[in-house]
Nanobody
Framework: QVQLVESGGGLVQAGGSLRLSCAAS????????MGWYRQPQGKQRELVAT???????DYADSVKGRFTLSRDNANNTVYLQMNNLRPEDTDVYYC??????????????WGQGTRVTVSS
C-alpha cells in the first residue's frame, strides 16, 4: 500500500502563489510518475502536472508558464509551485502516484485532496 500526504492548499488572492507538496510512503519499490490532478465540478479528473521518474514533465495548457512541478525521487515527494494564480484555478487538487510498485503489485494511488481557492 501507498499513502500520500498532501499539504499546501489554501486561500489566496488572484496573482498570488501557493506551493503544494505530496509525499508518498509505504513499501514502495518505484513510482513511474507522480503529479497533481484536479476535478472540476461535474467533470472528470484532469491532469494539472505530472513528472516521470526519469524527469519528463507534462503540464496542462492552462498552467504552462505559471506552475512548476519538481520531484525528489529519493523521498518520493513532489512539489507544485503555483504562481500567478487565477480564480479559475480554484478546485480540489489531488496528488497521484501512478504505477506504483509495492509488495502487493502495481497500482495507482490517490491522495484525499487539498483545496485551492483563488479569490478575484
Amino acid at each position: 500500500q501507498v499513502q500520500l500526504v498532501e499539504s499546501g492548499g489554501g486561500l489566496v488572492q488572484a496573482g498570488g502563489s501557493l506551493r503544494l507538496s505530496c509525499a508518498a510512503s509505504g513499501s514502495i519499490f518505484s513510482i513511474a510518475a507522480m503529479g497533481w490532478y484536479r476535478q472540476p465540478q461535474g467533470k472528470q479528473r484532469e491532469l494539472v502536472a505530472t513528472i516521470t521518474r526519469r524527469g519528463r514533465i507534462d503540464y496542462a495548457d492552462s498552467v504552462k508558464g505559471r506552475f512548476t512541478l519538481s520531484r525528489d525521487n529519493a523521498n518520493n515527494t513532489v512539489y507544485l509551485q503555483m504562481n500567478n494564480l487565477r480564480p479559475e484555478d480554484t478546485d480540489v487538487y489531488y496528488c497521484g502516484a501512478i504505477r506504483a510498485a509495492t509488495l502487493t503489485g502495481v497500482s495507482d494511488y490517490w491522495g484525499q485532496g487539498t483545496r485551492v481557492t483563488v479569490s478575484s
